[in-house]
């Protein structure tokens, strides 16, 4: 799943009504979630039996609503143990292996860089060599 960097994704920490639409949904992101829905962030929702997932996003004039529901087995989302409807923003590729049914508990994620963060001991060669200019 190729997504543009600006647009993010969040999954619900609890599980809603798989009969929900787009404008339920987006109420749910609004209110619940207190995140604004004309962002054209994706807004992942699964059911209750986890078999149907729903995604809401807003799409230039707009809400479009992509609708999954498996025929057989239930997706694999971790959901929050407080209770409580929230957001989790995850990446496009975890959504990916979500909805191809990959389950994302046992997986781990390798060290990659990040702009901005320089390893031991680097910055202060880095000062030290513009020191000795």
Known sequence: MSLPPSVRVFVASQPVDGRKGADSLVALVRCELEHDPLTGHLYVFFSRRCDRVRVVYWDRNGFAL????????????????????????????????????IELRGARRRPRWEPGTAPSGVASRQIDFLRDI
């Open 66 to 101: 992509w609708s999954k529901r498996l025929e057989k087995g239930r997706f694999c989302p971790s959901f929050s143990a407080d209770g409580q409807l929230g957001a989790q923003s995850i990446e496009a590729a975890e959504l990916g292996l979500i909805l191809e049914g």
